[in-house]
């Protein structure tokens, strides 16, 4: 059975268990346990987590990263991640992913919006700040031939009911969302 490879921030992490009951039937669903975080962090760990699977196996990697690198932690005044460095880091990944899992088709998410209700927090980044780093993604991924899966267009006009907080959401979302990545799955 073909195997999926899913990695992500918590945002993957609250459609992942939805994606892998829609797939059951079509292939293994495999991902990290936990946050995945950053383009730095996924730069760090993709060959750990590439032991959860088997690396000739591996017919689709869908990933993302965006919500941590355009974050402002402790309310800095610059993002943990500049554009350009992200620009960097996600043509980084592509490269490891390609070689790491050399039968792959590569799938990247763009990142969702923030909640357009909820007040900025200690680590603030707003759906503008999302929109840039999603445009730097686009650029890399359609320069390495990637396919996009563009999760903040299908939830760009969710309203706060969609959330839990600043940029989480609700477990109904969280449904929605992981149907649309099985299905973009299932399309390609």
């Given at each position: 059975m073909k195997q999926i490879l899913l990695i992500g921030d918590s945002i993957r992490m609250g459609y992942c268990e939805y994606v892998k009951d829609l797939l059951k039937d079509r292939a293994e669903v495999i991902y990290p346990s936990e946050n995945c975080r950053s383009s730095q962090n996924i730069i760090i760990n993709l060959l750990n987590w590439s032991h959860l699977c088997d690396k000739e196996k591996v017919g689709i990697i869908h990933f993302n990263c965006g919500q941590w690198d355009a974050a402002h932690f402790n309310c800095d005044l610059t993002p943990l991640t500049s554009l350009?460095?992200?620009r960097k880091n996600l043509c980084a990944i592509v490269q490891q992913m390609k070689r790491i899992f050399p039968n792959a088709k590569l799938v990247f998410a763009t990142t969702t919006p923030m909640n357009p209700a909820y007040p900025q927090t200690i680590n603030p980044r707003t759906t503008e700040d999302i929109i840039a780093y999603n445009d730097v993604a686009k650029q890399v991924m359609e320069e390495?031939?990637?396919?996009?899966?563009?999760?903040?267009?299908?939830?760009?006009?969710?309203g706060p009911e969609h959330y839990i907080d600043y940029c989480h959401m609700t477990e109904i979302s969280y449904k929605y969302l992981g149907k649309q990545v099985s299905d973009f799955i299932k399309s390609l």
């Open positions: 350009s460095e992200y390495h031939g990637i396919a996009i899966n563009d999760l903040f267009l299908f939830a760009e006009n969710w």
